[in-house]
């Protein structure tokens, strides 16, 4: 069974366009994040929520809307999207309540490529 | 301010070489520090953790971690290498916040290449 899964695999569009990736796991975590990875390999946190709320937000544009629909569900919606926003974006979860540490747990990565 | 430097961009090594992959942190409280492993095209994957207690950390395919705190460094080493380690391989700090979450900062990453 996928722990955490991204859909889609692959994005390519306009600049311009609105676009949404999507993120669940099964883990039964409470604390769910968005990752941006460029093409120097340099990972930056953009959001994190846990049980629904948000916790982090980092300096992203206000382009970049999260949303929890429940706690095993993370979705980034993006809309104008820039030539800047060609990335891969990693979703992760981890269970901060009653945790001592933090291990995060990856998706497989979104490949967005806006042309 | 919580800051992860990995020393190195790119590894390269001869396969059965051991490697080293250097990490030095900075925090002002205690911190939990994580190596995770990145194959081409693929999430991240944990290789190991420091919590506490023993400063030498094992974690899977033969890796290993040495916590120094004195020289905020954490250090990863494997004694011989093959093809398969060649990845993206980043360090991790986290600390807890005020609100009862963890910030987790990532390096930069450090490229492995294994060569025949």
């Known amino acids: 069974d996928t722990a955490v899964s991204q859909t889609p695999k692959y994005l390519v569009t306009q600049m311009g366009n609105d676009k949404s990736i999507k993120c669940e796991q099964n883990?039964?975590?409470?604390?769910m994040y968005w990752y941006k990875q460029d093409s120097k390999k340099f990972l930056k946190i953009m959001f994190s929520y846990n049980n629904k709320e948000l916790i982090i937000n980092e300096t992203v544009p206000n382009r970049f809307s999260p949303k929890s629909p429940d706690k095993a569900h993370l979705n980034l919606h993006i809309n104008s999207l820039e030539l800047g926003d060609s990335a891969v974006y990693f979703c992760?979860?981890?269970?901060?309540?009653?945790?001592?540490?933090?291990?995060?747990?990856f998706g497989p990565g979104t490949r967005l490529t806006v042309l | 301010a919580q800051s992860v430097t990995q020393l190195d961009s790119q590894v390269p090594v001869f396969e059965e070489a051991p490697v080293e992959l250097r990490c030095n942190y900075s925090s002002s409280v205690s911190v939990y520090l994580f190596w995770y492993v990145q194959y081409p095209n693929q999430g991240l994957q944990l290789l190991l953790k420091y919590l506490s207690g023993s400063t030498l950390v094992k974690g899977i395919n033969g890796f290993e971690a040495e916590f120094n705190k004195s020289q905020t460094s954490f250090h990863l080493r494997k004694p011989s290498v093959h093809i398969s380690d060649t990845a993206e391989y980043f360090c991790?700090?986290?600390?807890?916040?005020?609100?009862?979450?963890?910030?987790?900062?990532f390096g930069a990453g450090t490229r492995l290449f294994v060569k025949a």
């Open positions: 992760a979860s981890s269970q901060t309540s009653g945790s001592s540490y933090n291990e995060q747990f």
């Open positions: 991790a700090v986290s600390e807890p916040t005020v609100t009862g979450g963890f910030k987790t900062i």
């Open positions: 883990l039964g975590h409470d604390t």
